[in-house]
Every structure is written in C-alpha cells, then in structure tokens.
C-alpha cells in the first residue's frame, strides 16, 4: 500500500531524539541551570543519569524528586500557505533519584526519569496533506548504577537502563490510496547502559565524560485505518535505535562560582535501518541517511549568599540531522539554540532548586522531491523544571 511509504516518513522523524521540537535531553533542574554542561558537575542525584561516576561525591543519602514540564510551541508555514500554529500543550515528566553511600568508596543510585519527550498536535487539517495532525515520543528509563573511587582523584561509575519508548500519531491522511492513519499507538520495551569517568587533575578543575549506549527496541501496538469504507485496525510493531552518545566537559571552581562547558556527539546513523510491520498490509525498509548530532553547552553557577545558588546556561546544535524528506510539522529537526536559568534555595537538608529552558531555532525544507512537507518551521518549546532534594 502506498500510504505506508508516507507513514514511515513521519515514524521515522520520531526516532531521534537530539535536535527538533523536543524536551533537551537534561535530566534534574540544576543540570537544565548549567544549559546541559554538567557531565563534568554531576553532584546531585542527576548524576544518575548525566555521569553516574559523580555519585562517589555525595555523601551520605539522597533523594531527589521533580518534575519537567514540557510547553509546546510549534509553527509551521506551507508555501505560499497561512501558518498553522500548534495546540500550546503542556505536559508534565516526573522525575525519582535516590542515591546512598555504601562504603568508603562506594555508592549506589537508581533513578526514574524521562530524558526524551517531543511532539505537538494541531486542531485543524494542514494545507500541505501529508502532514499528521498531532504526535507524541516518550522514553522513561529505571536505571540503576554504581560508582566507586579508583584513585585520590579519579571515580568511575556506570548505570543499567531499562527503557521503555510508547509513541502516538494521529490523522496522518496519504491522498495516493485516500487512507488515513487515524491513530497508532506503539511502545516497547529495551535495555542500555551508561559508563562515567569524573578526573580531578586540580583541586579547582574537574574532567568528566559519559557514554550512553545505543538502545534497540521494537515497538508494539495497533494501527487505526480510516478509509472510505470505514475503519480498520491492525497490529504493528516498528523496529527503531535510540542512538548512543558521548559527552565530554571541563569544570573549573571558586569559592562562589563555577563554570563549565561541555560537548556531546550522538551517532544519529545508528538509527537505520529501520522497519515498520502492519499485519494485512506489509512491510516497509530503509536506509535512511542520517547526519550525527552535535551540540555544545556552556553554564555556570554563582552563590551569592550561603542559602542561594544562581545558574545560567546556554546550548548550541551545531546541525540538524534528520533529512529533509522526513520533516513534518509535528516533528521537525531544527539545529536549535537553548538558554536556561536556574535558581536553588538551600537550608538545612533540604534543597529546592528551579529551572527553565527555551529551545527555539527556525529551518526552511525546499519545494523538492521527494520532500513530502517543504515549508518553514519555527519552534519554542519552554521546559520548567522543579526539583526537590533531601540529604541525610
């Protein structure tokens, strides 16, 4: 059927998770405060998840508990077409780290958290056809980890992870065959890990570096079809990578200040190959050509007074790496820009810190084959973070 050649040009735009109109890959308010550069950081139980070797620094127990709040705002601009303004959803990602020092050199974690989460959805038809009219990602990992000191100024850590992916897409119309996707709900479940290195080399400087593997899952669910004949539901299952990334960054730290500044590379062409099965209606695969991801964050910190903390930061993406011919307007990978602003109040055991990130950026698709949704696209998504810590 040809409408399954259109689908899986909208499936596919939802497996990366780097760059688009997307929740940033940050886990834990303070993290978001740094603009993302805390993999040379990593003391608080976001460690977790950003370098699980920054949980030998923590002392005693912890536990962390938040959430992310996702605000969507997307446009999109068909030529010679109005634009077409998204739904302003907001969507609410909750957030469990607890952490506890087992020995001398020694610690331990587990986490609950949502690192991935993009999409939008619209009230009316597109004027381009081949656009979907909502769609949703979400990756939620259990991940637990360990950490142990190696050395005076060396700590290694890693995490297993226990992902699970759900997806959702809705009103995704092919004028070929006149079929409608009108809904497809998948999810799956996969494992990963993760391994950290946190090196002092100085007192005041810190080195740090993570790997996050790639995770292979195949997502499962039912496919909606709404032809003129009425509707019709199928089984599916799409086979899809997230891919994996590395993070490398330097720390240096005062008294009252602390800079840092970190890269991440993701390997974006582990996402294909890539298939989608629908029962009754076959199978499609391909080989899509992929572009890595590349994003820079630099933030710091200052502590006016003993009970306050300030943060600021800012990310880059230095290119976008879906191609064209997968851009839709619920889903388009821009090379986007990100500033952030954090601030944590402290008494006692308690820490309450919080945070909020804009991802913004615009990218323009040319009227070419075969790109199925050419136009303008704008993005600004706002995430505002709230977390809560207690330390024993």
Known sequence: MKWLAFLMLVLVARVSNASGYSKPVLVGARAIGFGGAFVSVADDPSAIFHNPAGLSLLEG??????????ITGLEYTYPNGPAEHANRDVVPVPMILATARIAPKWAIGIGLYFPHGNGGSFDRRSANPLNPDAGRIFSMEIAPAVSVRVGPALDVGGTFRLVRVSSNLQGQYDPISTTTLANLDLAGLAVGGSLGVLYRPLQAVSLGANYRSPVRSTLRGDATLAAPGGQRVFSASLRQTLPSLVSLGI?????????????????????TPYSLNIA???????????????????????????????YGGYAKDLNASIPDISMNRILGDIAANEVSLAAMYQWAVWRLTFGWNARFGTRSIPVEAPNGAPGLYKGFVQTVSIAGECRR
């Open 61 to 70: 127990q912890h536990l962390l508990v938040g959430s992310d709040v996702l």
């Open 251 to 271: 720390a240096y730290h005062l008294q009252v200040f602390t800079c840092a500044a970190s890269y991440d590379h993701e390997w974006n062409e582990q996402v």
């Open 280 to 310: 009754s209606a076959g199978a499609f695969v391909s080989h899509g050509e992929w572009a890595p991801s590349n994003t820079i964050h630099v933030g710091g910190s200052f502590q006016p007074t003993h009970a306050m903390m300030i």
